[in-house]
């Protein structure tokens, strides 16, 4: 059986049970298929144009996690639309996999795929026509080396290595490799405007300190779970220090600047409403928790709870809201009135000092059903369980 035709037929089989198979198939070349197989079962989820397309060639494992989803990869091709400008020319200076290069050279007339590895080279000279990208250029090289010859560009796109020498993951701009801060002159020499593509770790205000020409930030969200700062660097003025938060699963955005945030003036709570109010992982990586309440006329219930209510329903809220079933304190009567009517629930902590599993234990309530408990701190330093479910 051919190497092909076998990738073919076992593509839904578990790769280990047939990694110990391999003696049954001489003229298969398993360690190649098995890569193969476990990559298209990876981008059944996380890449499904890539899936779905015939010809396709997978990398290695590590390279198949660390790529961006298909659906981030989108959100950066969209932010291309709505900065506006030219698309002519794009460059990609670490295009490892190339799924970002993927979805934000379509835009382009021209789109050059600048990697370092041979092998990533070379699938992606298979992969780029089979995904309509006729325009694509692939230039196998040092990014940086590229960056000194190349003509400018329109955009050119940057994901750094998060990871020091020793493996471990880093998070600051001068510490991920190549150093965007001592490159950033020569980047805006080089390109009308620049993604740069950082971890989600990283301290906004500590970024915009380092970075002089950052003209937006972009807060990606998928599942609830932030994925990926991205930073626009431009000498356009533009107005400085605007965030926009994206949240991609439900569609959600809320855009702010940091001047507003400063000056924001929130209203505070002095009883939990009718709805209440959960930021999704973006808006608090963002930070944005006294503009969110002006934005959208909730109150927030203490100024580190990070929780909003209101009596009337703010549908469009970035986050999680829930309708509240009742509010107790932490007396006898209300505790085992609680534990009446609430006996399961998913419990969260916002500003409380104690941890889930104490809490847990101490109210004698089980894990899961459709109530959800919260447990925090109101503007007037009253502790309390906020018992709601989903609106």
Same mark, same amino acid.
């Given at each position: 059986?051919?190497?092909?035709?076998?990738?073919?037929?076992?593509?839904?089989?578990?790769?280990? *049970?047939?990694?110990?198979?391999?003696?049954?198939?001489?003229?298969?070349?398993?360690?190649?298929?098995?890569?193969?197989?476990?990559?298209?079962?990876?981008?059944?989820?996380?890449?499904?144009?890539?899936?779905?397309?015939?010809?396709?060639?997978?990398? $290695?494992?590590?390279?198949?996690?660390?790529?961006?989803?298909?659906? *981030?990869?989108?959100?950066?091709?969209?932010?291309?639309?709505?900065?506006?400008?030219?698309?002519?020319?794009?460059?990609?200076?670490?295009?490892?996999?190339?799924?970002?290069?993927?979805?934000?050279?379509?835009?382009?007339?021209?789109?050059?795929?600048?990697?370092?590895?041979?092998?990533?080279?070379?699938?992606?000279?298979?992969?780029?026509?089979?995904?309509?990208?006729?325009?694509?250029?692939? $230039?196998?090289?040092?990014?940086?080396?590229?960056? &000194?010859?190349?003509?400018?560009?329109?955009?050119?796109?940057?994901?750094?290595?998060?990871?020091?020498?020793?493996?471990?993951?880093?998070?600051?701009?001068?510490?991920?490799?190549?150093? #965007?801060? *001592?490159?950033?002159? &020569?980047?805006?020499?080089?390109?009308?405007?620049?993604?740069?593509?950082?971890?989600?770790?990283?301290?906004?205000?500590?970024?915009?300190?380092?970075?002089?020409?950052? @003209?937006?930030?972009?807060?990606?969200?998928?599942?609830?779970?932030?994925?990926?700062?991205?930073?626009?660097?431009?000498?356009?003025?533009?107005?400085?220090?605007?965030?926009?938060?994206?949240?991609?699963?439900?569609?959600?955005?809320?855009?702010?600047?940091?001047?507003?945030?400063?000056?924001?003036?929130?209203?505070?709570?002095?009883? @939990?409403?009718?709805?209440?109010?959960?930021?999704?992982?973006?808006?608090?990586?963002?930070?944005?928790?006294? %503009?969110?309440?002006?934005?959208?006329?909730?109150?927030?219930? $203490?100024?580190? %709870? $990070?929780?909003?209510?209101?009596?009337?329903?703010?549908? !469009?809220?970035?986050?999680?809201?829930? &309708? #509240?079933?009742?509010?107790?304190?932490?007396?006898?009567?209300?505790?085992?009135?609680?534990?009446?009517?609430?006996?399961?629930?998913?419990?969260?902590?916002?500003?409380?000092?104690?941890?889930?599993?104490?809490?847990?234990?101490?109210?004698?309530?089980?894990?899961?059903?459709? !109530?959800?408990?919260?447990?925090?701190?109101?503007? !007037?330093?009253?502790? #309390?369980?906020?018992?709601?479910?989903?609106?």
């Amino acid at each position: 059986m051919k190497t092909a035709e076998f990738i073919e037929l076992h593509r839904k089989d578990d790769v280990r *049970t047939l990694a110990l198979q391999a003696k049954k198939y001489p003229d298969v070349q398993m360690t190649y298929a098995i890569e193969q197989i476990a990559g298209w079962q990876t981008a059944q989820q996380k890449l499904p144009t890539w899936a779905q397309t015939p010809g396709v060639v997978y990398p $290695h494992h590590l390279s198949m996690e660390q790529c961006s989803s298909e659906a *981030t990869a989108q959100i950066k091709a969209r932010i291309l639309s709505e900065i506006g400008g030219e698309f002519s020319t794009f460059v990609d200076l670490t295009a490892g996999f190339g799924v970002d290069f993927t979805c934000m050279a379509r835009r382009f007339r021209q789109a050059v795929y600048v990697e370092q590895q041979q092998y990533l080279c070379e699938i992606a000279q298979q992969n780029l026509p089979l995904l309509g990208l006729p325009q694509a250029i692939v $230039h196998q090289g040092n990014g940086m080396e590229y960056l &000194q010859q190349m003509q400018k560009v329109d955009w050119i796109f940057l994901d750094p290595a998060r990871r020091d020498a020793q493996g471990g993951k880093v998070v600051r701009i001068e510490d991920c490799e190549p150093d #965007v801060a *001592t490159l950033e002159e &020569q980047l805006l020499q080089k390109a009308e405007r620049v993604m740069v593509k950082l971890s989600p770790m990283l301290d906004i205000s500590q970024a915009l300190q380092t970075l002089k020409h950052v @003209v937006a930030v972009y807060v990606i969200a998928q599942h609830n779970e932030c994925k990926e700062l991205l930073l626009i660097l431009g000498q356009e003025k533009m107005e400085r220090g605007k965030i926009k938060i994206t949240s991609i699963n439900n569609e959600q955005t809320f855009t702010y600047t940091l001047q507003q945030e400063e000056s924001a003036l929130p209203r505070y709570a002095q009883q @939990v409403g009718t709805y209440l109010y959960e930021p999704n992982a973006a808006l608090i990586k963002s930070g944005a928790y006294k %503009s969110v309440t002006c934005s959208y006329g909730v109150d927030k219930l $203490h100024i580190s %709870s $990070h929780l909003y209510t209101s009596d009337e329903l703010v549908e !469009n809220f970035p986050g999680r809201v829930f &309708q #509240v079933q009742g509010v107790y304190g932490f007396g006898k009567k209300d505790l085992k009135d609680l534990k009446t009517v609430c006996p399961k629930a998913n419990l969260s902590i916002r500003n409380f000092p104690s941890s889930v599993a104490e809490l847990r234990k101490r109210l004698k309530i089980s894990d899961g059903g459709e !109530n959800y408990l919260f447990a925090t701190t109101l503007s !007037n330093g009253e502790k #309390v369980l906020v018992m709601c479910r989903k609106a």
